[in-house]
């Protein structure tokens, strides 16, 4: 019989998840082609409008499957309802049963997300991080730096938002652990000060250009999973050192990458997979004066990885 | 918080429900365009052999959207357990939250798939049955005739099997159910004895041959949902009077239809789907001379039919 669990006990072991080395761990295997991701399944709805994908795969020679779905109703705030819902799935690859069902109503997205943000942390930052530099002070914004606590030591953060009210909440709700943050509604006061930025926004045109960009700065860039989403000035990738990406398949249709290579100023053949990264040092940063870009559009075995982990804390506790 | 079953859950009312009403609904919605059906996401193992398929869909403006989740392991049986597993998943359409998780392990697709051919019994099977033929004596042949029951008075059945063995146990697990079964191994005897047939093996040679078929016959095909399995000669299909699909656009790459085509000695373009057989008489059998065939593959929304009719059964008790 396949276990349940719901979103207060996926909460109560996932802090103490080493979630990191579960998603790095993930990505190394994808990058050595271990991985099966097949295309995403969707449906579109049109009254209210909404949309349901199923993103699934499995590691070769794994013990576990992977399907996920995640909903996303654009007028639940209406009724008082998030946006977004879903839930995973976790399958034997050995049995085809249903071994847990994961009613994580989409926060392990959000977790995941946010541990590749400090999977490429730990091996594309610069030595000294002087301070972190936060572009979207939302939920997943929140998810990066609590991520970030235990990979990079720099306390000191800049954060832009959309909103006074909504920087200063993030401000406050990120002191207690041990952050200072400031403020600021311009991306460029962000690059001024920052050289470990992450950018967490569903913006469709470029917040920071890349005469903000200081030498030696770091970019995550995980809000672009789409063929329209864009939170960089193309020409950042063209200038950067290296260009990483988390799927070098999905980086031909879908973020930084993608927009960079259809402006026609970068090639698509310059990208490192983050894998790669990951698995050779020599593959990434050599110096503190090279800019870095990873690009991150989310990819099945983050899910695989975090589910197992999950189902693993939750089914041994 | 969704709503999770068990497969007792749903047995325990299933029996209650007006299957054929919901399936009939669904092939009619179907016909008229209102069903969106995204392709079959699919995965394949290795180490150990087997596969596991996602289907989903959704009737436009409807209150619900369906995922369901098949898998086969070729080698469970060696461990004791069942070769096929699966769930079935209800979402909301308005909101995209989660209503209900069915772990009916597989058996919806088993009663979803009989009592298409009860809908198709209804609407094609001629006027005067004088004897049941089922070709296939496992679990989808018992399921075939327990649907049956209410929609034809014949009690008579012949029924064909791979060995004397299973005719007989089936035999007898008809028995109480007031049918009088006779065996038989060779399947021209049921076409000599029998004018509805219901085909459900999982065959890739024709087991029924065009020289055996009387006037008059209906056979049902249920078996072949692949583009390999085969259990009609396509002569069948090349003299037959009518032939009809669940699905048209699934009959140009699997099932009967499929074969008979790539044989070279039928022609789609003839072919009915069978939502337009239920909502138009005029479209299906005409006498009772003629012989008629069903190619049934499967589609999703069956499974959003039984999906609804499930829930709504357990949610209301």
């Known amino acids: 019989m396949a276990k349940i669990y719901d979103l207060e006990q996926i909460n109560s072991v996932l802090d103490d998840i080493d979630l990191v080395s579960y998603i790095e761990e993930g990505f190394a295997a994808y990058s050595r082609g ?47 309802l998030p946006t977004n819902s879903g839930l995973m799935l976790l399958f034997s690859q050995k049995t085809g049963m249903l071994l847990s069902v994961l009613l994580d109503e989409g926060h392990l997205t959000g977790a995941r997300t946010a541990a590749a943000g400090a999977v490429v942390a730990k091996h594309m930052a610069p030595q000294h991080v002087e301070r972190i530099g936060i572009i979207g002070a939302g939920d997943q914004g929140r998810r990066q730096l609590r991520m970030l606590e235990s990979i990079v030591d720099c306390r000191s953060v800049t954060v832009w938002g959309v909103s006074q009210e909504e920087v200063e909440v993030y401000q406050a709700e990120m002191a207690p652990l041990g952050y200072d943050v400031n403020t600021t509604l311009e991306p460029a006061e962000v690059a001024a000060a920052c050289n470990l930025i992450v950018t967490v926004t569903p913006a469709n045109e470029p917040l920071l250009q890349r005469a903000d960009i200081r030498a030696g700065t770091h970019i995550t860039a995980v809000g672009s999973d789409t063929a329209e989403k864009q939170e960089l000035d193309p020409q950042i990738l063209a200038d950067a050192d290296i260009v990483v990406s988390d799927s070098l398949a999905q980086a031909a249709s879908r973020g930084e990458i993608y927009q960079a290579v259809s402006a026609g100023v970068f090639a698509s053949d310059a990208v490192v ?34 589910s197992k982990a999950v189902f693993a804390a939750l089914d041994g506790s």
Request: no cysteine; glycine share 12%; proline share 4%.
């Open 34 to 80: 271990e991985v099966v991701v097949p295309p995403v399944g969707e449906m579109i709805f049109d009254d209210p409008r909404g949309e349901a994908h199923i993103k699934y795969g499995f590691i070769k020679g794994d013990d576990y499957f992977v399907i996920k779905v995640a909903s996303g109703m654009y007028d639940n705030y209406k009724i008082g």
């Open 273 to 306: 997979e983050l894998g790669k990264v990951i698995v050779d040092e020599g593959s990434g940063r050599q110096s503190d004066e090279q800019i870095t870009v990873a690009d991150l559009t989310g990819v099945a075995v983050q899910d695989i990885q975090i």
